[in-house]
């Protein structure tokens, strides 16, 4: 993330330098929209939004990766992006369905569809730590869990850094996958309406023969923005995190920063596409 003025080792500092840069490229692409096809002005500033929720629901979720799989890290025993990409897709696809009635109602789906999804994840995960693998959830980073009061010392085997997934992880998991999803979808949505409205008039066919393409683009468009989102945040994380508690949640201004910047880029080109 040396990008973002971070280390190998991600630190929680901002450089300044970089941050105005990304800002510059957020603002540039906006005017570039703007110039060339000013109606699709408010759906980029949407798809920059989506990202950045995409980006920092990440941090909420619980990733244990190979030490969680052998019970010695809290968390979900996965990637990063894996992970988040399996929750905001999910959301997203209900999102999409949704599309029809209306933004409100379309994150609505989205956000529930990857936090559902997140939630069925996380128990199942417990139920393989408790009863396949006989340990029970115990947090790493924090003697008692900010939720339930639960303390973990005592549970901790030693030479680890915790294990399980404790009730904090299971909230930060859900809550990740309501922000993925409503990120994921909300892209989706502006760069539908952005589409529906300019094919037409590019390819000279009728709105009814051309929601398909619209469809399929906006979604193709709305996947790979995703994990551009999730993969940058990825980096940002560097490793494993165990949800809103864990001291490296306080990297993600860094990382929204990041994805605003990538978002705005990838939106430009999802736009221009079909305007010029």
């Not at 300044?16 to 759906?43: G, Q």
């Not at 417990?126 to 008692?144: E, L, Q, T």
């Not at 859900?174 to 994921?184: A, E, I, P, T």
């Not at 949800?243 to 994805?259: E, T």
């Amino acid at each position: 993330m040396s990008a973002l003025g971070g280390g190998s080792s991600g630190g929680e500092g901002i450089n300044p330098t970089a941050s105005l840069i990304a800002l510059v490229i957020v603002l540039v692409a906006v005017a570039v929209v703007f110039l060339v096809y000013p109606a699709a002005t408010v759906p980029l500033i949407g798809v920059i939004i989506g990202g950045v929720l995409i980006s920092f629901g990440v941090h909420f979720v619980p990733v244990g990766g190979a030490p969680a799989a052998m019970g010695q890290a809290p968390g979900i025993a996965t990637g990063v992006a894996m992970l988040a990409a399996g929750g905001g897709l999910a959301g997203l696809f209900g999102g999409a369905w949704a599309a029809e009635f209306g933004i409100a109602i379309s994150l609505a789906a989205g956000a529930i569809g990857g936090g559902l999804l997140m939630a069925i994840t996380c128990l199942m995960v417990n139920v393989v730590y408790v009863y396949a693998m006989g340990i029970p959830a115990a947090s790493g980073k924090v003697d008692k869990d900010p939720i339930t009061g639960d303390t973990f010392p005592a549970y901790k085997s030693q030479g680890t850094e915790g294990h399980g997934l404790p009730f904090i992880s299971y909230v930060g998991g859900v809550l990740g996958g309501l922000f993925g999803g409503m990120g994921g979808t909300l892209i989706y949505y502006e760069l539908l309406q952005v589409y529906e409205e300019a094919l037409p008039s590019v390819i000279g066919a009728s709105t009814e023969g051309l929601t398909t393409l619209a469809v399929s683009l906006a979604g193709i468009f709305a996947v790979g923005m995703f994990l551009v989102a999730a993969v940058l945040t990825a980096y940002n994380i560097t490793g494993t995190i165990e949800g809103p508690h864990d001291p490296k949640f306080k990297r993600w201004p860094r990382a929204v920063i990041g994805s605003s910047a990538a978002s705005a880029v990838c939106g430009l080109f999802a736009i221009l596409l079909v305007v010029i």
